[in-house]
Structure formats: structure tokens, C-alpha cells
């Protein structure tokens, strides 16, 4: 929650889901609800919101782009993580979500 920048969101409630899958063919579901001027929150069972975003991703690349293993420009490219919905959150994806603070450790 903490990894969100709510000023490079839009000026409205946005939801986000995240759909990761894993080698065992099973499927996690989390949602973010970011708000203006509100602390975002992090869903674990469905909050019955529309979605804006759909990220659609196996674990292993979506935390390699979030911990800077590779980017999510790549990971996008390579077909890796999907982005579905909103255009605007998904165009912009790497200014509000922030990626670990080791990830420009070298």
C-alpha cells in the first residue's frame, strides 16, 4: 500500500486488480482501492467495485519488475504482466506504482 503514489492517480477512486498466477495453475486476487487524500487500501476478497485496471501476471514477474530484477516496461513487452482497462492507469503504471526501494541497489 505503501508503494502507491496517489498524486500521479487520478483525482478519483481507482481500482485495481491484480489477478497472479502460479506454476500450479493457481490464481490469487488483490485488489487496491486508491482514493484522493485517502491511505489506499488493499483487498484480499473482492470489495464489489467496478474495475479500472485488470494486471494480470505469474508472481515471479511482477516481483521482478516491482524489486528492479528487470522493468515493467519489459516485462509488458515480453508478455509477462498484461494490463487491461483504463488506458491512463495502464500508461502510467510505473509513475504510481512504485517499485521496492532496493531496486536501485546495485
Not at 1 to 14: A, E, F, N, T
Not at 40 to 54: A, G, I, M, Q, R
Amino acid at each position: 500500500r505503501g508503494k502507491i503514489d496517489l498524486l500521479q492517480m487520478p483525482k478519483r477512486k481507482s481500482v485495481i486488480q491484480f489477478i497472479l498466477k502460479d506454476a500450479s495453475n493457481e490464481t490469487a486476487n488483490y485488489w487496491l482501492v486508491a482514493k484522493p487524500a485517502e491511505e489506499t487500501d488493499l483487498c484480499f476478497t473482492d470489495p464489489k467495485f467496478d474495475v479500472d485496471l485488470y494486471v494480470v501476471s505469474d508472481l515471479r514477474a511482477l516481483t521482478s519488475a516491482f524489486m528492479g530484477h528487470s522493468t515493467f516496461k519489459s516485462e509488458i513487452e515480453r508478455g509477462q504482466i498484461s494490463l487491461s482497462g483504463d488506458n491512463g492507469l495502464a500508461r502510467t503504471l510505473t509513475k504510481w506504482l512504485v517499485r521496492s526501494s532496493f531496486a536501485d541497489v546495485a
